[in-house]
């Protein structure tokens, strides 16, 4: 399962109406956002999807390249190739930029002696800036005639999100990269302001810098692959009940303890299939390990239906003989027990399978949806909830409760319980933390790699769910060599840059 691309493929998912626009021969796009919102992640991500066998030159004004390896995963990798170029400002004298015509004239004999051009620069206030306000609206409407004349692509990189500029009207994309604090935890969001002539399918994603890497975040789907597999279970210790998923198992440190009342609550509007598909692996995994999975869930739950799902991932004779479902209604299934809503008949039916499934030795996941719980027995269920807590804890079974959102009784099971999950969704894509313990935002994400369904955690903030990653940042490898800091006074930038490819267009010759 990715664990964010440890050194991996080039490229990672961008969104889809994005990736329409980047086949374009000719470009302008604009990455724009405040300081720290990840613009210069953004823009190499951009330029190693972009850069082909032509000449590509990245043109930083704000940090030298050598800084740029500790924070960015793809920099070694593109600095690597012997057609991307690294080249910073800072190392020049800043007054030559002051008169427009020298901007416009030096980026344009840059990009005619360039092949199959394609410039990143980041950031065109470290240029524009110098430039005096009457002249800079003649340089930016300038630009685009050179990119259209030369046949280049430029990712422009900006510090103003606002979009006002003449830039932002000429351009054929404007991304807005925005951070919020959301519950004392950071989201990043990836704003689409303008894709010209591609429909934008949706105004806004997720997206993480974790890895140091950009990765846009997938609304949610489940959508079965052709084939299914058998699903395959992960181990359980002699502590911990695996949930089926490594990537939660190691989020909770090495799955459930063993005796835990488990709440996940649900927040906001989550899609009802969400809510259904999340609990899905660990129920699998009870059943597939020959232990067994007692439900009391929502009222609109179809038992048959279930086990057709099911039923694609294990054989059949494992499901009937571990699935026990409690249901208000006479189903002609197997495993449907019917409760009569008499509290005392229906702990009777509930305690009468949970000793059958202990005299086997079963380890037994109860799962129960409070507002189901909660609208046929009323204020009075906390004390059955409470009851089986604690028979969970002495016969080291799990109890676990899904809450929807704004029920009364969320705040009293979360006193109760030993973790504290909360499933909600921002910009389509399922978002999972938790409480207890303390986490981070994690986007949640199915894969069906293997035929059967899976979770991919991926982590909105700078924090991995393994801990093999090596303590310090990379370190630039040897080969890499960068253009020498120091400069004369009146270096031209643009032609220092330009005598700079040459002896690489002869290496690569």
């Known amino acids: 399962m990715l664990k964010l691309e440890k050194g991996g493929s080039s490229e990672t998912p961008l969104p889809p109406e994005l990736e329409k626009l980047l086949r374009r021969k000719s470009l302008l796009l604009l990455?724009?956002?405040?300081?720290?919102?990840?613009?210069?992640?953004?823009a190499l991500e951009?330029?190693?999807?972009?850069?082909?066998?032509?000449?590509?030159?990245?043109?930083?004004?704000?940090?030298?390249?050598?800084?740029?390896?500790?924070?960015?995963?793809l920099f070694s990798k593109l600095a690597r190739q012997k057609n991307v170029h690294f080249f910073s400002t800072l190392e020049f004298d800043p007054t030559q930029f002051v008169v427009g015509h020298n901007v416009v004239s030096g980026l344009?004999?840059?990009?005619?002696?360039?092949?199959?051009?394609?410039?990143?620069?980041?950031?065109?206030?470290?240029?524009?800036?110098?430039?005096?306000?009457?002249?800079?609206?003649?340089?930016e409407q300038s630009l685009?005639?050179?990119?259209?004349?030369?046949?280049?692509?430029?990712?422009?990189?900006?510090?103003?999100?606002?979009?006002?500029?003449?830039?932002?009207?000429?351009?054929?994309?404007?991304?807005v990269l925005h951070q919020r604090v959301i519950d004392d935890r950071r989201v990043r969001e990836l704003e689409i302001r303008k894709l010209r002539g591609v429909p934008i399918r949706q105004e806004r994603y997720l997206f993480t810098l974790a890895g140091g890497r950009l990765r846009y975040l997938e609304p949610f789907g489940f959508t079965l692959p052709e084939r299914t597999s058998m699903f395959r279970p992960l181990e359980n210790t002699a502590t911990h009940m695996s949930t089926g998923s490594r990537d939660i198992d190691a989020l909770l440190g090495g799955g459930v303890p063993?005796?835990?009342?488990?709440?996940?609550?649900?927040?906001?509007?989550?899609?009802?299939?969400?809510?259904?598909?999340?609990?899905?692996?660990?129920?699998?995994?009870?059943?597939?390990?020959?232990n067994a999975v007692m439900a009391f869930p929502y009222s609109d739950y179809d038992p048959t239906r279930a086990r057709l799902f099911a039923t694609q991932f294990m054989p059949e004779d494992v499901y009937d003989a571990n699935m026990r479902v409690f249901t208000t209604d006479r189903v002609e299934d197997p495993v449907a027990i019917k409760f009569s809503l008499n509290p005392t008949e229906d702990f009777d039916k509930w305690l009468s399978t949970y000793s059958a499934y202990k005299a086997e030795g079963k380890t037994i996941w109860m799962l129960m949806a409070l507002d189901t719980v909660e609208n046929f027995y009323g204020q009075g269920v906390m004390n059955f909830l409470a009851t089986v807590a604690a028979r969970a804890a002495v016969n080291k079974d799990i109890q676990s409760i899904v809450a929807r959102p704004n029920l009364q009784l969320t705040q009293?099971?979360?006193?109760?319980?030993?973790?504290?999950?909360?499933?909600?969704?921002?910009?389509?894509?399922?978002?999972?933390?938790?409480v207890k313990p303390r986490t981070g935002f994690y986007a949640?994400?199915?894969?069906?790699d293997h035929g059967y369904p899976e979770f991919e955690l991926i982590p909105l903030e700078d924090v991995m769910l393994t801990t093999d990653v090596p303590a310090e940042k990379a370190r630039p490898p040897p080969s890499l060599v960068f253009p020498a800091r120091r400069h004369e006074a009146r270096a031209d930038f643009f032609e220092t840059v330009l005598t700079s490819l040459s002896p690489s267009r002869k290496g690569a010759a």
């Open 444 to 448: 949640l994400q199915f894969t069906f």
């Open 258 to 290: 063993r005796g835990s009342t488990v709440l996940l609550e649900i927040r906001g509007d989550v899609p009802f299939e969400g809510q259904i598909y999340v609990p899905l692996t660990a129920l699998l995994n009870f059943l597939a390990t020959n």
């Open 108 to 139: 344009h004999r840059l990009l005619s002696n360039m092949d199959n051009p394609l410039i990143v620069l980041d950031s065109w206030e470290g240029i524009a800036d110098y430039v005096p306000p009457e002249a800079r609206m003649k340089v």
């Open 46 to 73: 951009l330029m190693a999807r972009l850069q082909s066998s032509g000449d590509t030159v990245h043109i930083s004004t704000r940090t030298y390249p050598d800084k740029l390896v500790f924070q960015h995963a």
């Open 31 to 42: 990455v724009k956002g405040e300081t720290g919102t990840g613009k210069t992640t953004a």
């Open 144 to 175: 685009m005639a050179v990119l259209e004349d030369t046949g280049a692509r430029m990712v422009l990189v900006s510090e103003k999100p606002e979009t006002t500029s003449t830039l932002d009207q000429l351009a054929e994309a404007i991304l």
């Open 412 to 434: 009293k099971v979360a006193n109760i319980s030993q973790i504290h999950l909360v499933l909600s969704q921002r910009w389509g894509t399922l978002i999972l933390y938790g």
